[in-house]
């Protein structure tokens, strides 16, 4: 079996950075493609980011472009997601999931495996 576990969420200022992680255990594990997703109350679940099992390709949603950073710590079987220059806009739910596919894509429908998701809260 797959496990998927979020970690490093929490309270952060605007303009404040983050770091999550993404702990992906079990058979193949470390071959998954994986992605972070997110939602907010009220509103559907969206892409943030994903990488291939290779640690590429990498893909990114508008929003994340330029201030977030997707991983792989192959060391410690981790997927990173470093959040700089945060906004209350992106306060919201951070879910990780594998795909148990080589490479990444941007629709949550592909993914097969999810986390429970982490808070992250950006006060104004």
């Known amino acids: 079996q797959v496990q998927v576990i979020e970690s490093g969420g929490g309270l952060v200022q605007a303009g404040g950075s983050v770091r999550l992680s993404c702990a992906v255990s079990g058979t193949a594990s470390s071959s998954l493609a994986v992605g972070w997703f997110r939602q907010a109350p009220g509103k559907e679940r969206e892409f943030v980011a994903a990488i291939g099992w290779t640690g590429g390709p990498t893909y990114y949603a508008d929003f994340a472009q330029g201030r977030f950073t997707i991983s792989r710590d192959n060391a410690k079987n981790t997927v990173p997601l470093q959040m700089n220059s945060l906004e209350p806009e992106d306060t919201a739910v951070y879910y990780c999931?594998?795909?148990?596919?080589?490479?990444?894509?941007?629709?949550?429908?592909?993914?097969?495996?999810w986390g429970q998701g982490t808070q992250v809260t950006v006060s104004s």
């Open positions: 999931a594998a795909s148990a596919a080589l490479f990444p894509t941007k629709s949550p429908d592909d993914y097969r495996f």
